[in-house]
């Protein structure tokens, strides 16, 4: 099943001057693409994100996992874990 990219994550992406696809990479969500050029692939496929939890769960639960998102990746510097934050948090 292919990752339905939420307006979230679209607005997040132009934001930092990048555009996004649902991946090719098996087991990712979205592709991040600067200038045409593949920059990482983001997002585990089966894990929830932000724009998920605020469609299905609610502001409320979606705040709470995103606070905890950003506590247990705080330490991820990697341009992948960066975008990951930035567009799906």
Same mark, same amino acid.
């Given at each position: 099943?292919?990752?339905? !990219? =939420? %307006?979230?994550?679209? $607005?997040?992406? $132009? @934001?930092l +001057?990048?555009?996004?696809? %649902?991946?090719? $990479? #098996?087991g990712?969500?979205?592709?991040?693409? #600067?200038?045409? =050029?593949l920059l990482t692939? !983001?997002g585990? *496929? +089966?894990?929830? @994100?932000? %724009?998920?939890?605020? #469609?299905?769960?609610?502001?409320? !639960?979606?705040?709470? &996992?995103? &606070?905890?998102?950003?506590? &247990?990746? *705080?330490k991820?510097?990697?341009?992948?874990?960066?975008?990951?934050?930035?567009?799906?948090?």
């Amino acid at each position: 099943m292919v990752y339905e !990219i =939420q %307006p979230y994550s679209f $607005k997040k992406a $132009k @934001d930092l +001057g990048v555009t996004i696809k %649902p991946s090719t $990479k #098996k087991g990712k969500k979205i592709d991040v693409f #600067k200038n045409n =050029q593949l920059l990482t692939s !983001i997002g585990a *496929s +089966g894990m929830n @994100d932000y %724009p998920t939890y605020l #469609k299905n769960e609610g502001k409320k !639960i979606a705040e709470e &996992r995103k &606070r905890l998102y950003k506590i &247990r990746h *705080s330490k991820n510097t990697g341009i992948a874990g960066k975008y990951a934050s930035e567009i799906l948090w």
